[in-house]
């Protein structure tokens, strides 16, 4: 238990590292940044290698944290972090039937490779490529196919579905590769054994091989919610997408230069909404945790 | 109907560089309840034949018969327990969750597993710490776990691959104690790959002494100790004369001895 306390006390740490860091820069900096080679009267020439800490460029934080609690777009309209946090939960919900697609493919695709070698050989290559198609690229695609459905009109397919769908693009792949080397984990010794109590496919999949493989398994399934909330966001920013976190940022980031600290809401919103999503999961494996003490015998 | 019987039995394993040639000619009968060691430096194939014997391994040549059948229709039908020089624990079970890994795999009824587990606990000593993990247990502990999961479906035949290898001497001679008395208890024949000339002796009716390139075997004695396996043994002047009739095989017989035969 003290070692998940010392965990906890050096993550916070590095947060107030971070903290400190921006402060101090935007203390000790040069307020206009620092631009070489600059060609005078032409705006955006020269190279910047400093960049600019004033108000605009750098807000304070505490001045981000303030803003969270000012009305969202003047007026009485709610404070910012009302919307803030909707459209979090609202690009989670996504994440989450995205990460759950992902899961479900990427076991099925492990499952299938650790059972024949011949699908292996086919399909490793295949899912190792498809992690380099750009998802900028990928993205129009699958919101127009599913438009396409959409239109035909016998499955509703409305458009958070699409964003659900790429962000399972990103996470079925780290599962795929996790579920595969934690099915095949398993000692040559616990195998034989299996086979002296003429236990078939299934017994030793369910007794041994699943069980095993837990190790592997969780960073896999953590390592895809991560990539599943970074999918959504940019599949909702690429394929325009109201309501999420994403769009949020966008729309903020546009009035950057009249509210600065106004974008840092819906920042802060995507990494709580990470953090949420990777301690969902690690709540998983406090489940699990006596699947994980090989880790510590031998 | 013995135990086991190998007629002409051989091995040969196909590698990269070549056939490696584990294991010819074996003749070997095991009766019921005989206790039977295989001693022999490295690679002579100890291992092989024990694989053999389970149908973890199929021979190249020779028959192989486990009470009267193939060793693949035996190792179907649990004719055999084995234990490794690894106790092979699953590290997510308890000791009890692994005594009974056989059993619930074979539909024993939960019940009949509690009972089961309780009584095998109790037959190595391990009543206390049925709740606990492997990683909570000692060597010799897992050791003994994995004897009475071997044990637990009541085996006529028991394959022991080098299981006290990794333990201190202390320990090694207290289980090869406890191994004798369950042996004698439960009826078991074994089969039980060593490295210990004494650990041969003490336990066994035979010992079959093997010779490697190719895996062979040169001789079979017998020790003649009658059933009394206690520590009062280990000092007595026949023990000591088998330890060294078996060292003598394993290392060439002295000429003198050659000639009188
Ligand atoms: N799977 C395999 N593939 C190729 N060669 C093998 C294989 N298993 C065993 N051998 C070879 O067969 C021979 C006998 O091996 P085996 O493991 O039976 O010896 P052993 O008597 O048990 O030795 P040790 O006392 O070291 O355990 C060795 O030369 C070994 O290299
Ligand atoms: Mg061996």
Redesign the pocket.
């Known amino acids: 238990m003290s070692r998940s306390r010392a965990a906890i006390a050096w993550g916070a740490l590095g947060v107030l590292a971070v903290l400190v860091a921006w402060e101090l820069y935007k203390f000790l900096g040069p307020a206009d940044g620092l631009i070489v080679g600059a060609v005078a009267g032409e705006t955006g020439s020269g190279v910047m290698i400093l960049p600019r800490t004033n108000d605009r460029a750098m807000p304070h934080i505490w001045d981000m944290v303030a803003r969270l609690f000012q009305s969202a777009s003047g007026g009485d309209t709610p404070p910012l972090i009302v919307p803030v946090v909707t459209a979090a939960l609202t690009t989670l919900g996504i994440a989450a039937v995205g990460w759950l697609i992902g899961v479900a493919v990427g076991a099925l695709l492990g499952l299938v490779m650790q059972r024949w070698r011949l699908a292996e050989w086919g399909l490793l290559p295949w899912i190792v490529v498809s992690q380099t198609v750009p998802l900028i690229a990928f993205a129009p695609l699958i919101a127009s196919i599913g438009s396409q459905v959409d239109r035909a009109g016998t499955v509703p397919w409305p458009q958070w579905l699409s964003v659900a769908v790429i962000a399972s693009y990103l996470a079925f792949f780290p599962v795929a590769v996790g579920v595969l080397r934690g099915l095949e984990s398993p000692d040559r010794i616990h195998l034989d054994l299996m086979r002296t109590y003429a236990a078939g496919y299934w017994p030793t999949l369910f007794r041994l091989r699943l069980p095993a493989a837990v190790p592997h398994l969780l960073p896999a399934l953590r390592l895809a919610a991560a990539n599943a909330v970074v999918g959504a966001v940019v599949a909702e920013v690429s394929i325009g997408m109201r309501g999420g976190i994403g769009r949020m940022l966008i729309q903020l980031a546009g009035q950057g230069s009249s509210d600065p600290a106004a974008p840092w809401g819906p920042t802060f919103g995507s990494i709580a909404l990470g953090l949420v999503a990777a301690g969902s999961v690690a709540l998983v494996g406090l489940g699990l945790r006596n699947y994980r003490r090989g880790e510590a015998a031998v | 109907m013995s135990a086991v019987i190998a007629k002409g039995v051989g091995?040969t394993?196909g590698?990269k560089s070549g056939d490696?040639v584990?294991?010819t000619d074996v003749e070997l009968t095991v009766e019921p309840g005989e206790f039977v060691s295989l001693i022999?430096?490295?690679?002579?194939?100890?291992?092989?034949?024990l694989?053999l014997i389970a149908d973890l391994?199929s021979a190249t040549t020779g028959e192989l018969e486990v009470f009267g059948k193939a060793a693949r229709q035996a190792r179907i039908d649990q004719d055999y327990g084995i234990a490794f020089q690894q106790a092979g624990l699953l590290p997510w079970r308890t000791v009890a969750g692994n005594i009974a890994l056989p059993l619930e795999l074979h539909g024993v009824s939960k019940k009949a597993r509690a009972d089961r587990v309780a009584e095998l606990a109790a037959l190595v000593g391990l009543d206390d710490f049925v709740d606990r993990y492997p990683d909570q247990l000692s060597g010799g502990m897992q050791q003994r776990v994995a004897i009475a999961r071997a044990l637990a479906e009541q085996p006529r035949l028991l394959l022991m691959?080098?299981p006290f290898g990794a333990l201190d001497e202390m320990t090694r001679e207290y289980l090869q104690g406890e191994l004798a008395r369950i042996a004698a208890e439960t009826g078991a024949a074994v089969v039980f790959?060593t490295?210990s000339i004494p650990e041969a002796v003490f336990l066994s009716d035979r010992v079959v002494v093997?010779s490697?390139r190719p895996?062979r075997i040169t001789d079979i004695l017998t020790t003649g100790l009658g059933d009394a396996r206690t520590e009062a043994l280990r000092e007595s002047p026949e023990y000591f004369e088998r330890v060294t009739a078996v060292r003598e095989a394993l290392h060439g017989a002295p000429v003198e001895r050659a000639n009188e035969r």
Do not use: I, N, Q, Y
């Open positions: 091995k394993f590698t490696v584990a294991l022999g430096p490295s690679g002579c194939g100890k291992s092989t034949l694989r391994d691959d080098e790959v490295h093997m490697p895996g």
